[in-house]
């Protein structure tokens, strides 16, 4: 009989916030997870109040909370990486214990120069939901160009180009009608997100971004947390960023 205490390998180690699900197994054909000292197989399960698991000789300790979800609110100048040899400073140094202690995945970056929502989680599942297109989570972002936009590139962008072997599109674009230089700046959704998409595709029809700020992810929108600030979601907040945006 099956001991009720026991879950399976992929399950625990992503409610450690060590990876994914689909993640995990990878790792486990790769013979990079032990269990009690046994390397471990698809399949295994494990009593995590008794078994010592390691991940590349690391202990993957249990928590007795359950995973942390957290907003930020990401100014310029911070990187989403845990390190990076030319940069001092990272998104992570934002957070404040004891979330600090908790192993957090950044569910969709934002690059250096960007600001804006960014999600952090210690749930490996509810990271691959967020991430994997073919969820189609929805990011609102407000762009600013170097010089007015032309309404004839509109349709080009959502189209979409082939820019180093990537096809690349946005999925809305809105112009922004009221405000300084409203005729530079655009609401644009996207529905995946590569590494810069936004300004490799403005920068293909020959504009420059001068500030890239996420705002909405879903239909949770960033409100009454102000830059380098940090707060939990709750799981109804957390449900809503897979709610398509009103």
Not at 22 to 51: C, F, S, Y
Not at 94 to 110: E, K, S, V
Not at 134 to 142: I, M, P, Q
Request: glycine share 8%; hydrophobic share 35%.
């Amino acid at each position: 009989m099956v001991d009720t205490e026991q879950v399976r390998l992929q399950k625990f180690l992503a409610a450690q916030g060590v990876a994914s699900r689909r993640q995990v197994e990878a790792m486990i054909v790769d013979g990079a997870i032990r269990v009690n000292g046994t390397i471990a197989t698809l399949g295994t399960k494990v009593d995590p109040a008794r078994d010592r698991v390691t991940v590349r000789g690391r202990a993957a300790v249990s928590r007795t909370t359950g995973p942390v979800t957290l907003l930020v609110n990401k100014p310029r100048g911070l990187i989403c990486s845990h390190s990076d040899p030319h940069h001092t400073r990272t998104i992570y140094n934002l957070i404040p214990p004891p979330w600090n202690r908790q192993r957090l995945l950044c569910a969709g970056r934002l690059d250096k120069e960007s600001d804006g929502m960014v999600i952090l989680t210690s749930d490996g599942d509810l990271m691959q939901r967020l991430t994997h297109p073919a969820h189609r989570v929805v990011k609102r972002y407000l762009v600013t160009l170097s010089r007015p936009f032309q309404p004839a590139h509109r349709n080009l962008i959502l189209d979409g180009i082939v820019d180093d072997d990537e096809r690349l599109r946005a999925e809305k674009i809105v112009p922004v009608k009221r405000g300084r230089n409203a005729e530079c700046s655009l609401e644009v959704h996207l529905e995946h997100g590569r590494k810069r998409e936004i300004r490799r595709l403005f920068e293909h029809f020959g504009y420059f971004v001068e500030r890239l700020h996420r705002f909405q992810i879903g239909s949770l929108q960033l409100r009454g947390v102000g830059p380098g600030r940090v707060r939990a979601l709750s799981r109804a907040e957390i449900e809503r960023l897979f709610e398509n945006p009103s």
